[in-house]
């Protein structure tokens, strides 16, 4: 064929045109082939400061919980216990200084079991409600402080607790269960804690007498040291039909009070028998969960209904879903860069979960050299706590390489606790809902299945 000089033209034409549709601009995203994807795991395991919980009782005269006890919860992927601590002896008194060395002890040994704690404290367990006058109330949290202040890296929650039968705010003796001595009780409870330590009340309509507005928290107003910033909720009557027993005045009004509110400040608590037919089925835990954004909630109470759970194969579910559920869903990393330089980190995370994580955590990447073994941890800025539920967030963050010798390297992401304390024990670490993703090396790291070469 003969060719012409301007069919040669155009030729040339066609092949610059294709090269340049071919050539992936810069700063486009990368392509999907070349992000590492990651499978998300159905397995059960425990996670700090979320899932199902055990109630225990400490009475004034009762002994002091023990290694073996609380041992044996981790295996069943608890991490977290109700402690609801009786001052029945005090009622017209201070705190013994004995009692008060109980309570530490109890805590130290949660602590060294790996538990987190969710604190209650009350006058009486039975509904005679004999509770002590405020004035007393009000002494007992100063000798609390200390213990508040020492123990405050193993506290998940304190329920407000104090007045009425089992501190749950009805049936005082002392007449206390009005709105005035309520605001009273809950103040003086939150200028003790430490201020990052969230409160959780009985009853939605609870907060917001106290704080005088219907309006739930807001984005602006989160993790603040406002007290209405720092008060969540606690439903001990959950899935029993109407108003939950009184938990509820307006129910479809105070759920999605609650709703909103618990993307901020959290809500667990424990089932009671239902009421008038009510049944709660799989489908009903389900929704009111996921609604609600529960983040603990009690097996040793209602049992039919956790052992109908059980027998309807949602109970799984439930251990999974309960709190926050983070898992990675892909990742890109350069496979090399230069010694002295900066690493992109550039990942999605969901959560799975019901719930968001409530309390700020350490997240840092971590670089394991291949040759040496040495782990090098590289601080991220992310903040955990704005994963909400079914939400999926990107972290893409530059971090620097300064004083990372060359080699090949191994990369992960570690979560771990706030308290210096904890920050080096696994149990307290956070672990990501991967397949074959967790490590208990170096405190617990999540594996990125990604390798670095530094140059």
């Given at each position: 064929?003969?060719?012409?000089?301007?069919?040669?033209?155009?030729?040339?034409?066609?092949?610059?045109?294709?090269?340049?549709?071919?050539?992936?601009?810069?700063?486009?995203?990368?392509?999907?082939?070349?992000?590492?994807?990651?499978?998300?795991?159905?397995?059960?395991?425990?996670?700090?400061?979320?899932?199902?919980?055990?109630?225990?009782?400490?009475?004034?005269?009762?002994?002091?919980?023990?290694?073996?006890?609380?041992?044996?919860?981790?295996?069943?992927?608890?991490?977290?216990?109700?402690?609801?601590?009786?001052?029945d002896?005090?009622?017209?008194?201070?705190?013994?200084?004995?009692?008060?060395?109980?309570?530490?002890?109890?805590?130290?040994?949660?602590?060294?079991?790996?538990?987190?704690?969710i604190?209650?404290?009350?006058?009486?367990?039975?509904?005679?409600?004999?509770?002590?006058?405020?004035?007393?109330?009000?002494?007992?949290?100063?000798?609390?402080?200390?213990?508040?202040?020492?123990?405050?890296?193993?506290?998940?929650?304190?329920?407000?607790?104090f007045?009425?039968?089992?501190g749950?705010?009805?049936?005082?003796?002392?007449?206390?269960?009005?709105?005035?001595?309520?605001?009273?009780?809950?103040?003086?409870?939150?200028?003790?804690?430490?201020?990052?330590?969230?409160?959780?009340?009985?009853?939605?309509?609870?907060?917001?007498?106290?704080?005088?507005?219907?309006?739930?928290?807001?984005?602006?107003?989160?993790?603040?040291?406002?007290?209405?910033?720092?008060?969540?909720?606690?439903?001990?009557?959950?899935?029993?039909?109407?108003?939950?027993?009184?938990t509820?005045?307006?129910?479809?009004?105070?759920?999605?009070?609650?709703?909103?509110?618990?993307?901020?400040?959290?809500?667990?608590?424990?089932?009671?028998?239902?009421?008038?037919?009510?049944?709660?089925?799989?489908?009903?835990?389900?929704?009111?969960?996921?609604?609600?954004?529960?983040?603990?909630?009690?097996l040793?109470?209602?049992?039919?209904?956790?052992?109908?759970?059980?027998?309807?194969?949602?109970?799984?579910?439930?251990?999974?879903n309960?709190?926050?559920?983070?898992?990675?869903?892909?990742?890109?990393?350069?496979?090399?860069?230069?010694?002295?330089?900066?690493?992109?980190?550039?990942?999605?995370i969901?959560?799975n979960?019901?719930?968001?994580?409530?309390y700020?955590?350490?997240?840092?990447?971590?670089?394991?050299?291949?040759?040496?073994?040495?782990?090098?941890?590289?601080?991220?800025?992310?903040?955990?706590r704005?994963?909400?539920?079914?939400?999926?967030?990107?972290?893409?963050?530059?971090?620097?390489?300064?004083?990372?010798?060359?080699?090949?390297?191994?990369?992960?992401?570690?979560?771990?606790?706030?308290?210096?304390?904890?920050?080096?024990?696994?149990?307290?670490?956070?672990?990501?809902?991967?397949?074959?993703?967790?490590?208990?090396?170096?405190?617990?790291?999540?594996?990125?299945?990604?390798?670095?070469?530094?140059?």
């Amino acid at each position: 064929m003969k060719w012409t000089n301007r069919s040669i033209f155009l030729g040339l034409v066609l092949v610059a045109s294709c090269f340049l549709c071919c050539k992936r601009a810069d700063g486009d995203p990368k392509p999907k082939e070349e992000r590492i994807q990651y499978e998300l795991s159905n397995t059960a395991f425990a996670n700090p400061e979320r899932g199902f919980i055990r109630t225990m009782s400490v009475k004034s005269d009762g002994v002091a919980l023990t290694s073996a006890q609380l041992s044996l919860l981790r295996s069943q992927h608890v991490s977290m216990i109700l402690c609801v601590i009786y001052f029945d002896q005090f009622k017209d008194k201070d705190i013994s200084a004995g009692f008060l060395s109980l309570i530490e002890s109890d805590l130290n040994t949660a602590r060294n079991a790996g538990l987190k704690m969710i604190l209650r404290f009350a006058y009486t367990d039975d509904m005679a409600g004999t509770d002590a006058p405020l004035a007393i109330i009000e002494r007992h949290l100063d000798q609390l402080k200390p213990v508040f202040e020492n123990h405050k890296d193993i506290i998940s929650f304190v329920q407000a607790g104090f007045i009425g039968a089992w501190g749950e705010w009805h049936s005082s003796s002392n007449g206390l269960a009005t709105v005035a001595n309520e605001r009273a009780v809950l103040n003086k409870l939150l200028s003790v804690l430490p201020m990052d330590i969230m409160v959780q009340v009985r009853t939605p309509g609870a907060k917001q007498q106290i704080f005088n507005s219907t309006v739930a928290l807001t984005a602006s107003q989160a993790y603040s040291s406002e007290n209405i910033a720092r008060v969540g909720h606690h439903n001990d009557c959950f899935l029993s039909g109407g108003t939950d027993y009184g938990t509820y005045t307006n129910v479809e009004q105070e759920k999605q009070y609650i709703s909103n509110e618990a993307l901020y400040v959290p809500t667990g608590g424990e089932t009671c028998p239902p009421t008038g037919g009510y049944d709660p089925t799989c489908a009903e835990g389900r929704r009111e969960m996921r609604l609600l954004k529960w983040t603990y909630l009690n097996l040793d109470w209602y049992p039919a209904t956790i052992n109908a759970w059980k027998n309807s194969g949602c109970f799984e579910e439930f251990q999974n879903n309960l709190g926050y559920r983070l898992g990675l869903v892909d990742a890109f990393f350069p496979k090399e860069a230069m010694a002295g330089g900066n690493l992109a980190v550039d990942l999605n995370i969901v959560n799975n979960g019901y719930a968001p994580l409530y309390y700020k955590k350490k997240t840092m990447l971590v670089l394991k050299n291949t040759a040496t073994g040495t782990y090098y941890d590289k601080p991220l800025t992310v903040d955990l706590r704005l994963c909400k539920p079914t939400v999926t967030m990107p972290i893409k963050e530059t971090v620097s390489l300064a004083g990372l010798p060359a080699g090949t390297y191994e990369l992960y992401l570690r979560i771990a606790d706030q308290h210096a304390s904890l920050e080096a024990r696994s149990e307290f670490a956070v672990r990501l809902a991967n397949t074959n993703g967790w490590l208990e090396d170096h405190n617990g790291i999540n594996k990125l299945n990604a390798q670095i070469v530094i140059k």
